[in-house]
């Protein structure tokens, strides 16, 4: 029979430290959360060899006197949980094992001068895993607040250190952990020198301005020029988002940040309700910018179910994600009234450099997105700024189709009560006054010009109106009195059949007639009355890139953006004015009609002011 024992001190410390102290990043993120605490202003931070030989740390806050100093150390010891209380936990740190599990993997060096203090700065060195009984301060010299210096992590736990990533790595998550503490407390600065990476985040003004420039800072010029700012609430939960608008993206999802109730974290239910808020307007590989602060009662939210408060509980998740969700979208669908999706400095860029016929922004819309084949698009229609990139097959419009995916909350647009009363001129697209090129709207508004490519806009409004037919009763199919029959390839036929239970759904009723031929005996209502003959052809040629194995769900979407395209108003249509301001009132209550099914504005905006710079009266 095997003995039971108790395990040693330093074995609980060692086995505790395992969970809170994982990483270079894990030692930071205690430390800089004490500084944080003890009610810092500034907090340096310094990095040598990616963590392993130096983590150090000064801060200027409240400090620890002489006589707190080992009990700082010692495992479950905090200053921060007063009542018996986990509920209302207002500060970063609570359970008292920070520098426990430090020390118990790594030399660590603590100075401090406490505020107030009558007998001088003091410190401790303590060497990995060495019991702290026989430990006494000794005298320092030291500014007021603590400095804490953790050297040699994990020479004593081989195993670990062997389970970190390179040099790279590790100060990338050092670096990551920096910017979250600091878009959660702007008020306080930052300096870091992070092996050769310098950071520096300044003090900045109190609220909104102040976080605003903090964001900037960390996300980027382009993200603080273009940024959407939200403001909602929902029962007591309250959410104020930062987010970049659809078309400005990255590769990965570095540049998301959670905050609740000022605790940065990163939890997946937040993740994904981001995903979904932006899932019809960006590609699945690309990333939104986003900072969401999120603040609820304490007793809705649980921080003490992970170690290192990485993870929190919601006592209502859905309601929070639908928060998110419907916030967002209602925001990226207002683009009509504020998203401006393309600013003038790009329209002068692209003065400036006529071989272009495409804006700047325009392209930047496109970054990392995959672009539908227009190569006859792009020739009919001039867009000849992408043709090179437009080997990309149709249906790479599948952003599209993870509309379907059962997150939608009901999307409101706000309108103004009394807008039938006022001119046309008060709308958000103005009023129309001319066409151009047979495609380009060109509308008044109180503000400047707004121009439209009106069958980029035509086609979201197109889709959106189907896609919310289908997500509610289904599609209304129009029966064509005598089919018509297409005549196409045998092969062709049979790839178009093989999708027909999902044709049928999206509002086509399609049958085989012979070998090499097709009946059509129903469209979709909303298209009105279609080319019948070239929108089957649209069909099959973009069918060719579905997967017969994907989901019924998305082989419809992939149909009914096809549809929408074909069944738009084609550039080259002529609109007279009651035509056109028309659509600029349909695009002004469609969800998402600052872009087009492929990711493409619909429309630019210049503003008063913007077409003065250009003639240089500004
Ligand atoms: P916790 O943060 O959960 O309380 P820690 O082990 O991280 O646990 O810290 C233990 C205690 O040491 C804290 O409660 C605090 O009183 C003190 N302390 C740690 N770091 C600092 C600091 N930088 N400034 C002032 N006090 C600190
Ligand atoms: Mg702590």
């Keep these: 029979m095997p003995n039971i024992r108790h395990l040693t001190d330093q074995e609980i410390n060692q086995i505790a430290a395992g969970e809170v102290i994982e990483r270079p990043a894990s030692v930071l993120k205690e430390l800089v959360e004490n500084a944080i605490d003890a009610g810092a202003s500034h907090i340096d931070i310094e990095i040598k060899g990616a963590g392993r030989s130096l983590?150090?740390?000064?801060?200027?806050?409240?400090?620890?006197?002489?006589?707190?100093?080992?009990?700082?150390?010692s495992r479950h010891a905090t200053s921060k949980l007063s009542k018996y209380d986990l509920i209302d936990i207002a500060t970063l740190g609570f359970r008292g094992e920070g520098l426990a599990?430090?020390?118990?993997?790594?030399?660590?060096?603590?100075?401090?001068?406490?505020?107030d203090s009558q007998d001088g700065a003091w410190c401790l060195q303590v060497k990995a895993g060495q019991a702290l009984q026989k430990l006494s301060p000794e005298p320092d010299h030291q500014p007021q607040g603590t400095r804490i210096q953790v050297k040699n992590l994990f020479e004593n736990v081989p195993a670990?250190?062997?389970?970190?990533?390179?040099?790279?790595?590790?100060?990338?998550?050092?670096?990551?952990?920096?910017?979250?503490?600091?878009?959660?407390?702007?008020?306080?600065?930052?300096t870091a020198q992070i092996d050769d990476k310098k950071i520096d985040y300044p003090k900045v003004l109190d609220g909104e301005p102040g976080r605003l420039d903090r964001l900037a800072r960390i996300m980027g010029a382009e993200f603080?020029?273009?940024?959407?700012?939200?403001?909602?609430?929902?029962?007591?939960?309250?959410?104020?988002?930062?987010?970049?608008?659809?078309?400005?993206?990255?590769?990965?999802?570095?540049l998301q940040f959670f905050f609740v109730n000022g605790r940065p974290l990163r939890d997946k239910m937040l993740v994904s309700a981001i995903r979904a808020a932006y899932m019809d307007v960006l590609t699945k590989d690309r990333h939104a910018l986003v900072a969401l602060y999120l603040t609820m009662p304490n007793e809705d939210v649980d921080v003490n179910v992970h170690p290192t408060k990485a993870e929190v509980r919601f006592s209502k998740p859905q309601l929070i994600r639908g928060l998110i969700i419907s916030s967002l979208r209602a925001a990226f669908a207002k683009g009509a009234d504020g998203i401006s999706p393309i600013s003038v400095s790009a329209v002068e860029a692209n003065l400036k450099n006529s071989s272009t016929s495409y804006p700047s922004a325009f392209q930047s819309a496109y970054t990392g997105q995959s672009i539908p084949s227009r190569s006859s698009y792009t020739q009919r229609y001039n867009y000849s700024g992408v043709s090179e990139s437009s080997q990309a097959p149709l249906m790479d419009l599948a952003p599209q189709a993870r509309a379907y995916m059962p997150t939608t909350e009901p999307i409101t647009v706000e309108q103004s009560e009394h807008k039938q009363d006022v001119e046309a001129e008060y709308f958000p697209l103005g009023a129309a006054k001319a066409q151009l090129l047979e495609n380009y709207i060109i509308a008044q508004t109180q503000e400047g010009v707004v121009i439209v490519d009106q069958h980029a806009a035509h086609e979201r409004i197109v889709y959106e109106k189907l896609k919310a037919q289908y997500s509610e009763a289904g599609i209304s199919a129009q029966k064509i009195l005598i089919p018509v029959i297409v005549t196409l390839l045998e092969e062709e036929c049979d790839q178009l059949i093989s999708y027909?239970?999902?044709?049928?759904?999206?509002?086509?009723?399609?049958?085989?007639?012979g070998p090499d031929a097709i009946a059509v005996n129903a469209t979709p209502a909303l298209l009105g009355t279609p080319d019948v003959d070239k929108l089957i052809r649209k069909l099959v040629e973009t069918s060719g890139d579905w997967q017969p194995d994907e989901a019924l769900e998305k082989i419809i979407t992939y149909a009914l953006a096809t549809m929408a395209c074909h069944g738009s108003v084609r550039s080259g249509r002529r609109l007279g004015v009651n035509?056109?301001?028309?659509?600029?009132?349909?695009?002004?209550?469609?969800?998402?009609?600052?872009?087009?099914?492929?990711?493409r504005p619909t429309y630019v905006k210049l503003s008063l002011s913007d077409i003065e710079k250009l003639f240089e009266r500004r």
Excluded: W
């Design 579 to 599: 035509d056109m301001n028309a659509l600029l009132r349909d695009m002004e209550v469609t969800p998402n009609a600052s872009q087009c099914n492929h990711g």
């Design 224 to 254: 603080g020029r273009s940024v959407l700012t939200i403001h909602a609430e929902r029962e007591d939960v309250k959410l104020s988002a930062y987010v970049s608008p659809p078309t400005v993206h990255r590769g990965n999802g570095a």
């Design 55 to 73: 983590i150090d740390i000064t801060d200027d806050g409240h400090g620890i006197a002489k006589d707190q100093l080992v009990s700082a150390l």
């Design 160 to 190: 670990r250190r062997k389970f970190l990533k390179t040099d790279r790595t590790e100060n990338t998550a050092c670096v990551d952990i920096i910017r979250r503490v600091a878009l959660a407390f702007p008020h306080i600065s930052f």
């Design 500 to 513: 027909q239970e999902s044709l049928a759904k999206a509002g086509l009723d399609i049958e085989r007639f």
């Design 101 to 115: 599990s430090i020390t118990a993997v790594a030399d660590i060096n603590i100075a401090s001068l406490a505020k």
